[in-house]
C-alpha cells in the first residue's frame, strides 16, 4: 500500500501568534495545486525556478568586473609607467610597487578626475591620516566616478575626521593580548600581528590605529616571544599570522616563522591572513608559492570585496596559491556603497569560486572610530544573506558575521529560518517563503503511513 506524504503550512495572521495552532492547516500532496513539487508532470515548478533565476541574470553583465575594464586599467597602468619613469619590468616586481606606493594626491590628480574641493581635502587629510594605494591598484580606480567601489575604499575622505562615532579599539585587542604580537580570543587559536605594513590602507581598516603609526615590521626576538608563548600552551591548534599584511614580510622570513611554527607539536594548521592577492597580486611569486607548500597545512584567507577587484592579475595570484595546495578563503566586509547590493555579492561570490577561492565570512563592519560612513545597517546584511540563500549553491555562501565590541569574539547571523516549533514539529521557512513541517526527531513506530503486518494487528 502506498501513502502520498502530508504537507503542513502555516497561515500567518499578524498579532495572532497565540493563536498559531489554530492556525495550522494541513495539505494532503495530492491537492497541493498552489505549491508544485518537482514530480509535477506540467513542468510548473520548473518555471517557477527558472524565474527565481532570471532578476538576477537581467543584471549580472552589467555588475562589472576587473577583467572586464581591462582597457581603461591598462591605460591607466600606461599612464602611471610615464609618470613614474618605469618600466613594465617594474610594474611586475612586488618589490618596487611596495617601494612606489602612491601616498598623496600629486600623481593620482593626474589620471584620476577630481574636483579641486576632492583634492584639496585629500591633499589636508594627508596631514593627519595615513593612506598608500600601489600603483597596480591605483590603476583600478575609475578615472572618472567619484563613487567608485575601489576610490571609496582607497582615498581618504572627510568622513574620516568629521564623524567621531565608534572607537579606535573596537575588539579590544589590546586587553586580548597576553604577550606582544598576540591577541588571543578563543580556546583553540589566536592570531599573531607580524607587522603593521600593507600594500594598501583600507579606509575601513579595524586597525586604522596601527596604519598611522611608523610602518615597521616585528623583530624575530619579537616573533620568539609570540612563539614561546603558543609553545607554552598545548591548547593551541590553530595559528592566524596577520598584521598589518604578513606577505610583506621577506620570504626569508616568512619561511622562518612558518619552519618554527611546524617545529611546535600541537600546532596543527597554520593560517594567514592576507588582502596582498587583491591589492599587491605581484606578491605571488613562484618562490613564495613553494615556501608555503613547503609548511602544509597552511590556509590562506584574502579578502576580496568587490568583483571590479578581480583581474587577470589577481586570478593568476589565486590560480598559483590554489596549485601549490594552499586551501583559499575570503572574508569580505559588507560597505556601503561598495558591496551591499545582493545582485553584486552574488556576482562576487560566483567570481571568486571560479577562482578556487572559498567564500568564508561576510563581515558587518566593524564600529571604528572614522569608519562610519562604510557601515551598513545588520538588517541590510540579513536581507543580503536572503537573497542567497536557495538562488546559489551553499559553496557560495559566507558566513555573516558580527563581531562582538570588548573582545567576545564573532556571532554568526542567519535571517529567521524557524518560524515556531512543538515538542514534536520544528515549523521552518524555505527559501521560497514557505512555511513547513518537519518531525522534531525520527517519527514514532508504527504510525500512520507505516503498513502493519498481520501479528501487529
Known sequence: ???????????????????????????????????????????????????????????????????????????????????????????????????????????LAEILEMESRQQSEIAALTEVLHWAVPPYFAALLDPVAENDPLRLQT????????????????????????????????????????????????????????????????????????????????????VLITGGDPLTLADETLAWLLGRLDAIPHVEIKRIGTRLPVTLPQRITGDLCQILRAHHPVYLNTQFNHPLEITLESAEACRRLADAGI????????????????????????????????????FQAKPVLGTYHFATTIDKGLEIMADLRGRTSGLAIPSYVVNMPGGFGKVPLLPEYIVAKTASSYFLRTWEGRTVEVTNGPPEPNTVGVDKCNTCI
Open 1 to 107: 500500500m502506498s501513502h502520498k506524504p502530508s504537507w503542513t503550512f502555516i497561515i500567518f495572521v499578524p498579532d495572532q501568534a497565540a493563536s498559531l495552532a489554530h492556525m495550522i492547516v494541513h495539505w494532503r500532496w495530492a491537492v497541493l495545486a498552489t505549491f508544485e513539487t518537482t514530480t509535477d508532470s506540467s513542468g510548473c515548478r520548473f518555471q517557477r525556478l527558472k524565474e527565481a533565476a532570471s532578476g538576477y541574470l537581467a543584471v549580472r553583465d552589467h555588475v562589472p568586473v576587473g577583467y572586464t575594464r581591462r582597457d581603461v586599467s591598462d591605460a591607466q597602468r600606461r599612464r602611471l609607467l610615464e609618470l613614474i619613469d618605469a618600466t613594465d619590468e617594474d610594474w611586475r616586481d612586488w618589490h618596487w610597487q611596495l617601494a612606489h606606493r602612491l601616498d598623496n594626491i600629486s600623481i
Open 155 to 238: 582615498l581618504p575622505s572627510m568622513a574620516e575626521t568629521s564623524d567621531q562615532r565608534g572607537v579606535s579599539d573596537p575588539m579590544a585587542e589590546q586587553n586580548c593580548s597576553p604577550c606582544p604580537l598576540v591577541v588571543r580570543r578563543y580556546p583553540d587559536r589566536l592570531i599573531v600581528k607580524v607587522t603593521n605594513i600593507c600594500a594598501m590602507y583600507c579606509r575601513y581598516c579595524q586597525r586604522r590605529c596601527l596604519a598611522g603609526t611608523l610602518e615597521r615590521q616585528a623583530g624575530r626576538d619579537e616573533m620568539e616571544e609570540a612563539l614561546g608563548y603558543i609553545y607554552a600552551n598545548p591548547e593551541i591548534r590553530d
Open 327 to 362: 586551501v583559499l578563503g575570503n572574508q569580505s566586509v559588507l560597505l556601503r556603497g561598495v558591496n551591499d547590493d545582493p545582485f553584486v555579492m552574488r556576482r562576487l561570490l560566483h567570481e571568486l569560486l571560479k577562482l578556487r577561492v572559498r567564500p568564508y565570512y561576510l
